[in-house]
Nanobody, 113 residues
């Protein structure tokens, strides 16, 4: 069973920044490729980006150039640095691993003036 705990969300003004963290743990857990998703109520969860164990990234077009995913393999932690935030980035953000496991509680990000 994998446990995923996201943190770091909050209320930020447009143009601001936030850094989300996700700590992964569990019996037999292998800290491989990790992903960040986000979800707005009433809509499907959408992929934000991924990072392999070696640090190779993929980003969705909507966040490319603004968001950066990094990881600390020693701490089983993955980060999502979000810059130049926009109101349309408002969502609950979730991390997960590949293949997808049970979702954590997520962390709410609200971008509003």
């Amino acid at each position: 069973q994998v446990q995923l705990v996201e943190s770091g969300g909050g209320l930020v003004q447009p143009g601001g920044s936030l850094r989300l963290s996700c700590v992964a743990s569990g019996s037999g857990f292998s800290f491989g490729t990790m992903v960040w998703y986000r979800q707005v109520p009433g809509k499907q969860r959408e992929l934000v980006g991924t990072i392999t164990k070696e640090g190779t990234n993929y980003y969705a077009d909507a966040v490319k150039g603004r968001f950066t995913i990094s990881r600390d393999n020693d701490k089983n932690t993955v980060y999502l640095q979000m810059n130049n935030l926009r109101p349309e980035d408002t969502a609950v953000y979730y991390c997960n691993k590949v293949p997808l496991q049970s979702w954590g509680q997520g962390t709410q990000v609200t971008v509003s003036s």
